[in-house]
């Protein structure tokens, strides 16, 4: 149903197929930033689900410069997906937390390799500005480039939960001055955090109405050394079974306009840091289950959407 594939959602990694010719993979970079909801500046101890790689998935080591991580991830990618194209993925911590001058020399290390065909940088709504705008939307022209909003839920009362230091105005600001430069944007949403079904089915009804350009679905879990474990050890909170998780993806992609591409369903956290759900560490496992749930409901991602002006 989507970029001549059997999947009943729109699949980030097929759309690139789509829009390539090829198959093209996103090399994930780690080039030492920090966040400032961890280093002090808005408050201590960062989100209470953050642990000490900033949501980074450890595949390089940050002790390599930004072009040596691009060349080991186009030989990794390359043996074992046979890649022919990447993006390269600024994904540890927030990624426009420097100064322009130093990002701009950050960013441009990462697209010295001509097998580079985009980019992508994940970052807080609370860390852009306009100059950094300007700066990222001048690689739009020659490379494939998006931003990245750490967003996880629209309900402040949630964000306020979470220990995020922003609001939801926060992130529409964000929003609104990345679409007006011409930017693609990926929203990331964590399920799980404390909130009903209609609340999570709220944020998906508001992407759909921002017609967001990707959206990224995490299930919150706890890994260790984060504050988020101490909540589960204290049995402050239970998370989502798989089963639930996946008719809560199929509800939240029912609602979500057929041209959002859909850049993560299901992780894969490192079983040797992730404390709860156990479930969530076989991710192929999970992504077939949500492709039988559409068949089964003989649903679709869009099939609820509303376009309104």
Known sequence: MFNNTDKRYNQFSAHLKNKFGFKVYKI???AGFSCPNRDGTI???GCIFCDEGGSFSQAHSNLLSVEEQVEEGIKTLSNRFKAQKFMSY?????NTYKPVNELEKIYNSALNNPNIVGLSIGTRPDCIDDEKIKLISSYKDDYYTWIEYGLQSIHDKTLRKINRGHNYQCFLKAYEKSKNAGLNVCVHVIF???ETHDEIMQTAQELARLGVDGVKIHM?????NTKLEQVY??????FMDEGEY???????LEYLPQTTTIHRLAG???STELIAPKWLSKKFDCLNKIDHEFINRNSYQGSKFVYKK
């Open 28 to 30: 994930t970079l780690d």
């Open 233 to 238: 050890n204290n049995g402050e909170i239970t």
């Open 246 to 252: 996946v008719k809560t993806v199929c509800d939240f």
């Open 192 to 194: 799980g955090l404390w």
């Open 268 to 270: 894969n956290g490192l």
């Open 90 to 94: 600024f994904q540890a911590y927030s």
């Open 220 to 224: 919150l879990c706890a890994l260790k």
């Open 43 to 45: 408050s201590t101890g």
